[in-house]
Nanobody, 117 residues
Framework: QVQLVESGGGLVKPGGSLRLSCAASGSIFKINTMAWYRQAPGKEREFVARVTITPFGRPLYADSVKDRFTISGDNAKNTVYLQMNSLKPEDTAVYYC?????????WGQGTQVTVSS
C-alpha cells in the first residue's frame, strides 16, 4: 500500500509565496513521475506541473503557472515540491499531488491554497 501526504497549503495574500510538499510512503519500488494538479470550486481538476524521474527529465508546466511555479522531485526522499511565487487569487484551489509508483497512479488527499487579501 502506497500513500501520498501533502502539506504546506494555507492562506496567502496576492503576490505572496507558498511551498507545497508531498511525501510518498509504503512499499515503493519505483517512482516514474511526480506531478501536481489543482481543483478550484465548481471547476474540474486541472494539471499544474509534472516532473519525470530520469536524468534527462524536464519539468512540464501549465501555461497559467509557467514562470511562477517550480516543481522539483527528491527521489531519495520520495518527495515532490511545488514552489509557488507571485500567487494570484485565481490560484485558489485544492492542490493534489500525483505520482506514478510501481506502475500505478496514486493521489494524495489534497491541501487547500487560498490567495486572498
Amino acid at each position: 500500500q502506497v500513500q501520498l501526504v501533502e502539506s504546506g497549503g494555507g492562506l496567502v495574500k496576492p503576490g505572496g509565496s507558498l511551498r507545497l510538499s508531498c511525501a510518498a510512503s509504503g512499499s515503493i519500488f519505483k517512482i516514474n513521475t511526480m506531478a501536481w494538479y489543482r481543483q478550484a470550486p465548481g471547476k474540474e481538476r486541472e494539471f499544474v506541473a509534472r516532473v519525470t524521474i530520469t536524468p534527462f527529465g524536464r519539468p512540464l508546466y501549465a501555461d497559467s503557472v509557467k514562470d511562477r511555479f517550480t516543481i522539483s522531485g527528491d527521489n531519495a526522499k520520495n518527495t515532490v515540491y511545488l514552489q509557488m511565487n507571485s500567487l494570484k487569487p485565481e490560484d485558489t484551489a485544492v492542490y493534489y499531488c500525483n505520482m506514478l509508483i510501481n506502475g500505478d497512479f496514486t493521489w494524495g488527499q489534497g491541501t487547500q491554497v487560498t490567495v486572498s487579501s
